[in-house]
């Protein structure tokens, strides 16, 4: 149980939070449950709230700060999260938040796994497609975490590259990645391992990780489906659950006192009201942005 109260595993039968999450985003994106789930399980060993000790990667699919960002800037508005999508801006190749508190809300989504599951699917399939234009082919799951671990443009060197060279040694074409990653490049003796080498050690960490993860992974491409078949009735994102967050982080947060100059007298709005004909005061503060976006959440809930 993660300090979000979310299972990430299965209990008898039934499909936890975490898998419901990766089902629901498989179907809004058609990006394969089982490639989700096995990436996942690559990633975070399936817990929603883990953290990297090296790096910022948060979550069920350890998505950087500045990946996340991304994600959320190009996909955040069809999830009923243009408070976050607007709020993100971008200058000389990096992404921003200019209002800090706003910036660490959009960052702490990266827990909430229905939240990370549709934006690790929406940046699978935006891949999926830079890469099927460039190689000429369907991308499979072991194409789509190329994708992840280089970038799309990344993958779609080595692929290039591995179509007519496969022993080329993949530190070659990937110094600063191979760098940072020696054990995936180089075997325990120093050898660099070539281009084909890792592509196949890609296509079984991804089923090994798949069959820990609980699923029926029967082929390198990881075209198998789970073991009970694709979860139905998964709750599809909405953003009730932007706000719990919000509304949580919130509640824990210490209270200050803020000065609000536009704030209004309770004399004042009461005169006010009697005007208008009514009967209950309002309240003698205006709005501020925080209580704004969860009003223009709970609107966007309606309209699910």
Known sequence: MSTYGLTTNTIAGTPSRVTQAIATASRRTGVDFTYLMGQAQLESSMNPTARAGTSSATGLYQF??????????????????????????????RYYVAD????????????????????????????????????????????????????????????????????????????????????????????????????????????????????????????????GGIPEGANMVQPADYMRIAQAQRAAAPETDIDTPDAISGEEALASQQMLGQQQPYPAFAPRAETARLAYLMLATFGR
């Open 100 to 227: 800090a508190a706003t910036r660490q809300q959009i960052l702490d989504l990266r827990n909430h796994p229905e939240t990370a599951s549709v934006m690790a699917a929406e940046l699978a399939s935006d891949n999926r497609a830079y890469l099927e234009q460039r190689i000429g082919r369907p991308a499979d799951s072991t194409d789509l975490y190329l994708a992840h671990f280089l970038g799309a443009g990344g993958a779609a060197k080595f692929l290039a590259t591995m179509s007519y060279s496969p022993d080329t040694p993949a530190a070659s074409l990937f110094p600063a990645a191979a760098r940072a990653n020696a054990s995936i490049f180089y075997d325990r003796t120093g050898n660099a391992r070539s281009l084909a080498d890792i592509r196949d050690r890609f296509a079984s960490k991804l089923a090994n990780g798949a069959q820990t993860a609980g699923l029926n992974a029967s082929s390198a491409d990881m075209g198998g489906g789970y073991a």
């Open 64 to 93: 950087l700060d500045q990946s996340w960002l991304h994600v959320v800037k190009d996909n955040g508005a069809k999830y009923g999260m243009s408070w976050a999508s607007d709020a993100i801006q971008q200058s000389g190749g």
